[in-house]
């Protein structure tokens, strides 16, 4: 969630930053802007008439003690509590509100981001040439299918689109990769972490992933107790809340960590559907970096991150751009 401090200090820098992303957020942003200023106009009204309850409550035994009758006291005490009760009611459904919205703003890019989609990402390094054949190379989809290393009819049959079984050589080879992720990782001074796969909700949104994307994971409600849980989207989920709601030191930092999870989602079929194979599954496997860090260090971080993945890809062999 962005800094309210920083929307109202910086609302027009706001807006011109989320539009780089595609975003426009003048409605949204004035409508927070407006929300806070009421919320806080309430507390403010609220806590003076919180004041004058509290001293008259105070005199109520001195009229008591000089003989004097305190009903009208007492029925300006009640009004006043009355009015308290209502606009503690409405500054609870404002905050609501102010936070609706300010959890469905996306996080601000960094300011070097090129402007508008995709299309528009600019490549940074090159690695390798590209594969050259001197025939016509076969859709992936043909070739799991023909050598036995992906069952799609029976991945269906067991739970629908979106799902695909790997077989033999096929899950050994998935199984060499997750392998191959994770120890270069743990070389590098990673920790490995093997998170829940059913995640509270309060994990997808310290992640800044719901209430955007609640819709888009798989949910489990426990009869025995009520609760609703969440089937892990994505590492990231799991491992932003690890340390959640406690205090790390410098001297803590920075902690690398690494996390092997199936991840399930129920938005597949509908991004680039359109493309034969596997793009995104209800349920693939992944291997996901993260680190905590200092503010100050989050670009490093970040640098490190991204040097990392490019490094394993290049170690498959593969011909591939960072945009």
């Given at each position: 969630?962005?800094?309210?401090?920083?929307?109202?200090?910086?609302?027009?820098?706001?807006?011109?930053?989320?539009?780089?992303?595609?975003?426009?957020?003048?409605e949204e942003i004035a409508k927070i802007l407006e929300l806070d200023a009421k919320r806080r106009s309430l507390i403010s009204s609220t806590e003076a008439l919180k004041a004058e309850q509290n001293k008259l409550s105070k005199m109520i035994p001195m009229y008591k003690k000089e003989g004097k009758d305190p009903s009208e006291i007492?029925?300006?005490?009640?009004?006043?509590?009355?009015?308290?009760?209502?606009?503690?009611?409405?500054?609870?459904?404002?905050?609501?509100?102010?936070?609706?919205?300010?959890?469905?703003?996306?996080?601000?890019?960094?300011?070097?981001?090129?402007?508008?989609?995709?299309?528009?990402?600019?490549?940074?390094?090159y690695f390798?040439?590209?594969?050259?054949?001197?025939?016509?190379?076969?859709?992936h989809v043909?070739?799991?299918t023909n050598l036995g290393l992906i069952d799609y009819e029976r991945g269906t049959k067991l739970s629908g689109s979106g799902f695909w079984i790997y077989r033999g050589m096929g899950a050994r080879l998935e199984w060499a990769l997750l392998n191959y992720f994770i120890d270069t990782h743990l070389g590098d001074g990673y920790e490995l972490i093997l998170p829940p796969h059913m995640l509270e909700y309060e994990c997808g949104l310290t992640a800044g992933q719901f209430p955007k994307f609640a819709d888009e994971v798989y949910k489990i409600e426990n009869p025995t107790d009520n609760r609703m849980r969440y089937m892990l989207p994505?590492?990231?989920?799991?491992?932003?809340?690890?340390?959640?709601?406690?205090?790390?030191?410098?001297?803590?930092?920075?902690?690398?960590?690494?996390?092997?999870t199936p991840c399930?989602?129920?938005?597949?079929?509908?991004?680039?559907?359109?493309?034969?194979?596997m793009v995104r599954g209800h349920q693939?496997?992944?291997?996901?970096?993260?680190?905590?860090?200092?503010?100050?260090?989050?670009?490093?971080?970040?640098?490190?991150?991204?040097?990392?993945?490019?490094?394993?890809?290049?170690?498959?062999?593969?011909?591939?751009?960072?945009?």
């Amino acid at each position: 969630m962005l800094d309210i401090n920083y929307i109202k200090s910086n609302p027009d820098e706001v807006i011109e930053r989320l539009a780089i992303k595609g975003k426009d957020a003048k409605e949204e942003i004035a409508k927070i802007l407006e929300l806070d200023a009421k919320r806080r106009s309430l507390i403010s009204s609220t806590e003076a008439l919180k004041a004058e309850q509290n001293k008259l409550s105070k005199m109520i035994p001195m009229y008591k003690k000089e003989g004097k009758d305190p009903s009208e006291i007492f029925a300006k005490s009640k009004e006043i509590g009355a009015t308290v009760k209502a606009n503690d009611e409405e500054i609870k459904a404002v905050a609501a509100e102010l936070s609706s919205y300010m959890l469905a703003l996306p996080n601000l890019p960094d300011r070097d981001l090129k402007a508008g989609g995709k299309e528009n990402n600019e490549p940074i390094r090159y690695f390798g040439e590209p594969h050259k054949f001197d025939f016509e190379p076969k859709n992936h989809v043909d070739l799991c299918t023909n050598l036995g290393l992906i069952d799609y009819e029976r991945g269906t049959k067991l739970s629908g689109s979106g799902f695909w079984i790997y077989r033999g050589m096929g899950a050994r080879l998935e199984w060499a990769l997750l392998n191959y992720f994770i120890d270069t990782h743990l070389g590098d001074g990673y920790e490995l972490i093997l998170p829940p796969h059913m995640l509270e909700y309060e994990c997808g949104l310290t992640a800044g992933q719901f209430p955007k994307f609640a819709d888009e994971v798989y949910k489990i409600e426990n009869p025995t107790d009520n609760r609703m849980r969440y089937m892990l989207p994505t590492a990231e989920a799991a491992l932003a809340s690890l340390y959640r709601n406690e205090i790390l030191t410098e001297a803590d930092l920075p902690k690398k960590l690494v996390s092997y999870t199936p991840c399930f989602r129920r938005e597949a079929g509908s991004y680039r559907s359109d493309e034969r194979g596997m793009v995104r599954g209800h349920q693939f496997n992944k291997v996901e970096m993260f680190q905590y860090t200092l503010p100050e260090k989050s670009d490093e971080a970040f640098d490190e991150l991204v040097e990392k993945a490019e490094k394993l890809v290049s170690g498959l062999g593969f011909h591939f751009r960072t945009v």
